[in-house]
């Protein structure tokens, strides 16, 4: 059965609306004080599973909405949030411009890296980074990258599948 183009094209509106409207506000929100940061990110919840939820739930309600599978939508979207989070890191770490116009101080000061959970050293700092930490970055950067294709490969749509794939190659640029 075919979804045609409406599912998928419903999903990335969706997901773009989503990100542009509420990333940079998530992100950079100067109301947030650092208690309330602080209290967030001692929940347990790293920022790995955040941004999974970022990018999941915009492709999952919109495959819903037009009637496709969600829950292959989900997961894409899940590993996608993570992949994008690798690359932010690897592109930080190389001190290149990150899609969030933003430093690995930044990153990590802001707790939306992965590096502390990746490379085992909670409370990391730009300047005590590990010397593998690039590599290690990069290395999880292309697992993740071929996580996603793997999802991209269980999409029903081959109009999705192609669609998703771009994107993720997009994506994962920096790290392949």
Known sequence: MSYGCWPLESAAHTCVVYWRRNLPRALYDSSVTPELRAAVVTTGVGAEAVFASLFEFPLRIGA?????????????????????????????????????????????????????????????????????????????????????EQGCNRLPDPFARSLMSAVGAWVAAPVE
């Open 64 to 148: 819903a909405l037009g009637g496709a599978d969600a829950e292959a939508f989900r997961t894409c979207g899940a590993v996608l949030g993570r992949l994008f989070l690798r690359v932010e890191d690897v592109l930080a770490l190389r001190g290149e411009r990150t899609r969030l116009d933003a430093t690995l101080p930044d990153l990590l000061d802001g707790r939306i890296s992965a590096l502390p959970e990746l490379l085992a050293v909670p409370g990391l700092t730009a300047g005590a980074l590990p010397a593998h930490a690039l590599r290690v970055a990069v290395a999880a950067g292309r697992k993740a990258s071929a996580e996603f």
